[in-house]
C-alpha cells in the first residue's frame, strides 16, 4: 500500500513546512505495518511537496490514523493537502535487491460503488 499526498506551498512557507512534514512522517514510521516514507519537493516546482508513506496493508494505514501521536503530528498536515485519491494498492514492484513482483489487485469488485458499511454511492469517474 503505499500512499502518497502531495501539497501546494509557497516558498516563504518551506521552511517551516519540512519540519512540520518530518514529525508527521515520524509518527507515521512509529506506526506498525509501516515499511517507509519520503518527503519530497518537486525539482522543477520549489512549491509542490509531497509525503510518501508505504504500509503493509491498507488497514495497517487506516489503524495509524487512529493514533494518538499520528492525530496530533500528521492529521493536521494532511489536512493541507490536495483533494485528490492518495492511497493506492502495489500491482507491480521491482527493487535492486529483488526480483520484480506483480500482485493482482486486491480491490472489491464493487468499490467504485459500495461505500462504508455497504452503502451503494456514485462511481467516481
Known sequence: MIVVTRFDVPEADSAAFLPKAQAALSAFAARPGFVRGRVGRAADDPTAWLLSTEWDSVGAY???????????DAAPLLGLGRDEPSAFEVLLAEDDAVPPVQSPSRRAADAATAGPGGEAREARP
Open 62 to 72: 487506516r489503524r495509524s490514523l487512529s493514533a494518538y501521536d499520528v492525530k496530533v
